[in-house]
């Protein structure tokens, strides 16, 4: 089992920036992709950013060039991940999901809102 918690939303006008972390705990050794995922109201949950071990990673066209998913890190019995995002604009008021997968499951955490608005 992995544990995955959020931290970082929040408010925030258009052009300012935030800075989302994730930490994973449990059977962190299994873990091959960490990533982030957005989901607005009244919007299917949607891909942002994601990145494996070995750090290829992929992004949705609408925040290239203005969101950066960090390396996984390992630090003790934990990995993290974090998302940096700039420019923001009010269509990425969402509520952000860190997603970690292994081999055989995929986890969520609980979510952090970020609402962009002027």
């Known amino acids: 089992q992995v544990q995955l918690v959020e931290s970082g939303g929040g408010l925030v006008q258009p052009g300012g920036s935030l800075r989302l972390s994730c930490a994973a705990s449990?059977?962190?050794?299994?873990?091959?992709?960490m990533g982030w995922y957005r989901q607005a109201p009244g919007k299917e949950r949607e891909l942002v950013s994601i990145i494996t071990n070995d750090g290829s990673t992929n992004y949705t066209d609408s925040v290239k060039g203005r969101f950066a998913i960090s390396r996984i890190s390992r630090d003790g019995a934990k990995k993290t991940v974090s998302l940096q995002m700039n420019s923001l604009k009010p269509e990425d008021t969402a509520v952000y999901y860190c997603?970690?997968?292994?081999?055989?499951?995929?986890?969520w955490g609980q979510g952090t809102q970020v609402i962009v608005f002027s």
């Open positions: 449990g059977s962190i050794f299994n873990i091959n992709v």
């Open positions: 997603n970690a997968l292994t081999y055989g499951s995929n986890y």
